[in-house]
T-cell receptor, first 113, second 114 residues
Framework: EDKVVQSPLSLVVHEGDTVTLNCSYE??????LLWYKQEKKAPTFLFML????IEKKSGRLSSILDKKELFSILNITATQTGDSAVYLC?????????????FGQGTRLTINP | NAGVTQTPKFQVLKTGQSMTLQCAQD?????MSWYRQDPGMGLRLIHY???????DQGEVPNGYNVSRSTTEDFPLRLLSAAPSQTSVYFC?????????????FGEGSRLTVL
């Protein structure tokens, strides 16, 4: 059974701190790993990672994939209260099912001023 | 830009009732899908479609039907609602194989089954 596990499940930090969110996976085949941010309602796409060792960056957010150890991390530097959200990790477990994402439970990040 | 539109946003049903959650997208996306989100379980795929006239089952399809008669619309039907179907439902669309997994989500429909 394909599985995605995120840790921690919940994290509370102060504004300005740097945080690291973890995502590990077990899938029969692997195509891509994706990160989403979910504030109040709809998840929004952040990154897609396909190759090991190549960091994706967008402003203060960055992510990297390790296909040998089967995990990814999402880093957020100089956190702001607007970064408070649930961060979702998902994996596409095969090349035929581009729509068949397997999601982790999510990490609820709270940034206190 | 409307993007992905879901209706209704909230619904309360009694056990055994049927209903349809509507989903429409105006981005001409090939792929559409339905997920449910439950506390502590992340998002789970119910059904998906890779184009008009083509649908397939996801991880948790039992108790749900879908159809895709047009590119724009992908309704989800609950045949006989059960309390276990209490959840938040998200419809999503994607441009296709060139952007695997880059989903655009609707704002969700919160369903309570009593």
């Amino acid at each position: 059974e394909d599985k995605v596990v995120q840790s921690p499940l919940s994290l509370v930090v102060h504004e300005g701190d740097t945080v690291t969110l973890n995502c590990s996976y077990e899938v029969t085949n692997f195509r891509s790993l994706l990160w989403y941010k979910q504030e109040k309602k709809a998840p929004t796409f952040l990154f897609m990672l396909t190759s090991s060792g190549i960091e994706k960056k967008s402003g203060r957010l960055s992510s990297i994939l390790d296909k040998k150890e089967l995990f990814s991390i999402l880093n957020i530097t100089a956190t702001q209260t607007g970064d408070s959200a649930v961060y979702l990790c998902a994996v596409i477990p095969d090349f035929q099912g581009a729509q068949k994402l397997v999601f982790g439970q999510g990490t609820r990040l709270t940034i206190n001023p | 830009n409307a993007g992905v539109t879901q209706t209704p946003k909230f619904q309360v049903l009694k056990t055994g009732q049927s209903m349809t959650l509507q989903c429409a997208q105006d981005m001409n996306h090939e792929y559409m899908s339905w997920y449910r989100q439950d506390p502590g379980m992340g998002l789970r795929l119910i059904h998906y479609s890779v184009g008009a006239g083509i649908t397939d089952q996801g991880e948790v399809p039992n108790g749900y039907n879908v159809s895709r008669s047009t590119t724009e619309d992908f309704p989800l039907r609950l045949l006989s609602a059960a309390p276990s179907q209490t959840s938040v439902y998200f419809c999503a669309s994607s441009p296709g194989q060139a952007y695997p997994g880059e989903l655009f989500f609707g704002e969700g429909s919160r369903l309570t089954v009593l």
